[in-house]
């Protein structure tokens, strides 16, 4: 069974610039949340999509971030305009909707630097 | 106060030492405990889910106290291999976002 993939690994852009991620869930996990790592902190959470919908964006800093899960498939996470702070490291993760202890497996990432 | 607390370390052993963690949460109404396992410039990857009985996977161990709100992880016979963050995780409700403490660096050494 393939892995949450992510893409692109790294990212380097500047300030005021537009960068979208790109997040493939493990197949048939409904549940697709996004995490952030920012430099010296503990991984937080950004959002949560059940299939399509947001179930829980209360991690989302600012309108900056818009999070996308069209179709219930893949999931795309924008930035614009990128400020310094949004620098770091932006994890995907999935789980099953039902029937298990909604263990969720994390992708490797998307490295992130806003210059 | 952080919702996850663990100690930072770096908790540095020899190989075959037994080394363990522990994480306090502040959330009693916590439905469920992992750690998660993360190498450096990766993601993290689930070692272990936690349960009230307490439950081991070959030489981890791992155990919740839900009185104290209180999680463990003991490791025996440590192995070069073991050497990475180890992070305590709580999930407020089933299915829904996880929070993270800010890990426990071990360093095993030969």
């Known amino acids: 069974e393939a892995g949450v993939t992510q893409f692109p690994s790294h990212s380097v852009i500047e300030k005021g610039q537009t960068v979208t991620l790109r997040c493939d869930p493990i197949?048939?996990?409904?549940?697709l949340y996004w995490y952030r790592r920012v430099m010296g902190k503990e991984i937080k959470f950004l959002l949560h999509?059940?299939?399509?919908?947001?179930?829980?964006e209360s991690g989302m800093p600012n309108n900056r971030f818009l999070a996308e899960r069209t179709g219930g498939t893949y999931s795309t996470l924008k930035v614009q305009p990128a400020e310094l702070e949004d620098s770091g490291v932006y994890f995907c993760?999935?789980?099953?909707?039902?029937?298990?202890?909604?263990?969720?497996?994390f992708g490797p990432g998307t490295r992130l630097t806003v210059t | 106060r952080k919702e996850v607390e663990q100690d930072p370390g770096p908790f540095n052993v020899p190989e075959g030492a037994t080394v363990a963690f522990n994480c306090t949460y502040s959330?009693?109404?916590?439905?469920?405990f992992f750690w998660y396992r993360q190498d450096c410039r990766k993601e993290p990857k689930l070692l272990m889910s936690?349960?009230?009985s307490g439950n081991e996977d070959g030489r981890f161990t791992a155990q919740l106290n839900r009185a104290s709100q209180y999680i463990s992880l003991l490791i025996r016979d440590s192995k070069l291999s073991d050497s990475a963050t180890y992070l305590c995780?709580?999930?407020?409700?089933?299915?829904?976002?996880?929070?993270f403490g800010a890990g426990t660096i071990l360093r095993v050494k030969s």
């Open positions: 993760a999935s789980s099953r909707l039902t029937g298990g202890s909604y263990e969720q497996y």
């Open positions: 197949s048939g996990h409904d549940n």
């Open positions: 999509f059940v299939k399509e919908s947001k179930q829980d």
């Open positions: 959330n009693s109404a916590s439905q469920s």
């Open positions: 936690v349960y009230s």
């Open positions: 995780v709580v999930n407020i409700k089933y299915g829904n976002k996880l929070v």
